[in-house]
């Protein structure tokens, strides 16, 4: 039976619509992994193809992003177990803030960086200093990579301490499912309330093709809880452990690299520099005293001894 006038009239209405709604869904070219990219289609229907802000470098968004890209392209956006780990005497931690880094072809940080002053210094292959500032003439002979980082978190005050396996299993579901890092790269968690800390390892034989590099989560990681996070349509991060829900008011990344960093005294902090005069004030200061108390004790010895030697010449002989 042949449809009516008004059914074919509602047909005609909804195929445009149909018709749209397709298209739509074919043009939907965004990248899952980073926002800060430019995505669109070689060919109506074709593959989408997506390129780093600030860099133009293509990325593959069925992982995470570089995160030397990553700072590029902030870059190019602002211009437009229980017991805690005490971090080794040689973890760096980020406190030169951002900057437009120098990538390689791959989206790894370069050796050496400068900044449009001429003022250049080494980093590791996370990104952060680990030498004096000097000027142009600076080498940095290779990439030293950071194969152990400390994630330093407190979390708001909550009703109870968090179950230490709960928060375990939570924090590692975490990393496997949204940063998709290899369960063997997150060697531990360790919580006493409010500090937790997750430690992330990886050597660079560890880590296989296609592997995600732990710099890389972890800089996922502290954007998500900083409430910047570079997923698409997401806010900050979202964690409940057993229904409790994870509020992170700090958080700290420490760098531990295969070599250990090259600062010279210029690095260390007037304080530090205050504390050291005053130790060796006090050393040279202690040893002054202890010299001129042992001249006044020998001093007293030898006048008893010539006391003593004049007594026995003044005595009578038998």
């Not at 968090?162 to 928060?167: I, V």
Request: glycine share 8%; with cysteine.
């Amino acid at each position: 039976m042949a449809p009516g006038p008004g059914l074919a009239l509602l047909l005609l209405l909804l195929l445009p619509a149909a018709v749209t709604g397709q298209a739509a869904s074919q043009d939907n070219c965004t990248c899952s992994t980073n926002k800060m990219t430019i995505c669109s289609r070689d060919t109506p229907g074709g593959r989408c193809r997506c390129v780093a802000l600030g860099s133009g470098v293509e990325v593959d968004c069925s992982t995470l992003t570089a995160k030397c890209l990553l700072l590029k392209a902030r870059v190019k956006a602002t211009k437009s177990g229980r017991m805690l780990v005490r971090p080794s005497e040689h973890a760096l931690v980020d406190n030169d803030g951002l900057y437009d880094p120098d990538c390689d072809p791959e989206g790894r940080f370069k050796a050496r960086q400068c900044n449009q002053t001429s003022v250049c210094w080494c980093v590791n292959s996370v990104g952060v200093r680990r030498t004096d500032k000097g000027d142009l003439s600076l080498r940095c002979d290779e990439l030293v990579r950071t194969h152990h980082i400390l994630i330093d978190l407190r979390h708001r005050p909550a009703a109870r301490a968090f179950n230490h396996s709960d928060l375990d299993a939570e924090l590692r579901r975490l990393f496997r499912e949204r940063y998709r890092l290899p369960p063997r790269f997150l060697a531990a968690v360790h919580y006493e309330r409010p500090t937790i800390q997750i430690e992330l390892r990886q050597n660079a034989s560890q880590k296989a093709p296609g592997d995600v590099d732990i710099a890389d989560a972890a800089y996922y990681f502290e954007r998500d809880v900083k409430g910047e996070s570079l997923f698409p349509g997401r806010g900050g991060l979202d964690v409940s452990v057993r229904g409790e829900p994870l509020l992170v008011e700090r958080a700290l990344v420490y760098y531990l690299d295969e070599k250990p960093p090259q600062f010279s005294m210029k690095r260390l902090t007037g304080g530090l520099i205050a504390v050291i005069v005053v130790v060796v004030v006090a050393l040279v200061a202690g040893l002054v005293v202890l010299v001129i108390s042992n001249r006044r004790r020998s001093g007293k010895y030898r006048k008893v001894e010539i006391k003593e030697l004049g007594e026995l010449r003044k005595a009578p002989s038998l």
